[in-house]
């Protein structure tokens, strides 16, 4: 649909991770007026009207991507499913009725729970200001394979993590972000995987007292990562008093006590 260039102005100012939602929901409302170009009066209108029922829209929860599934060069992990596989997670704690029913007053947008996926360490889909962030990871250790001091590695890496010593490659577990570039570029197979899957991060949150998440140790696989959804999903439910959010929580409660319960795998 053609789109005027002040209706272009004002929804360039819209944060790009819901831009094409907004861009849709105003395309809607151009409709509804009978319009053949969508023109800025349609853009207020359809801020006025989400704003009017933002109690409708909210359904409890969202769940937000990066690029990588459409076929994203960085990416780390390819769980196509996983998306799908968190949403119902979700879906099943009727986590809107749970709001409704702490929340006083009208629910709106920010108390959803958000988990956000991103399938590489450039975490486009901003997974540190999220409820819950899933970010892809690619752990690179050193075999017993000759390293051909090719230095592709070094000179992949980014962060400076890896350097030559001796006869191979040491990697620097404070610098290294669990890329997997090293890996890729190892041409000897001198660094191979040691576990790939994702990091979690928990507790992130925009607002007037913004929040960056906090990382649990380790990198989870597709079945353990889902476990990991589960439990956080549980302690936020046990914990939630007022629709708070799941920073919040972990703030009220000690992080350390929210950690140990959520922390690790199945054992």
Known sequence: MKWTEEAKEAISKVPF???????????????????????????????????????????????????????????????????????ECLAKRNLKAFLKDRVKGPLRMHHEFRVSISNCPNACSRPQIADLGLLGARSPKVSDVPCSQCEACVEVCREGAVSLLGQGPLVDPTKCLSCGQCITACPTGTLHEAASGYRILVGGKLGRHPRLAAELPGIYGLADTLKMVDRCLDYYQRHCMQGERFGEILERTGLDAGGRIIETREK
């Not at 207020?44 to 909210?58: F, G, I, T």
């Not at 769940?63 to 769980?79: K, L, M, S």
């Open 17 to 87: 991770f819901i831009r094409q939602q907004v861009k849709k929901r105003v395309e809607e409302e151009a409709h509804r007026w009978g319009a053949s170009e969508v023109r800025l009066e349609h853009v207020k209108a359809s801020q006025r009207r989400y704003l009017d029922q933002m109690e409708e829209e909210v359904k409890g929860y969202q769940v937000e991507t990066c690029f990588g599934p459409t076929g994203c060069p960085n990416r780390v992990v390819i769980y196509e499913d996983l998306p799908r596989k968190v949403e």
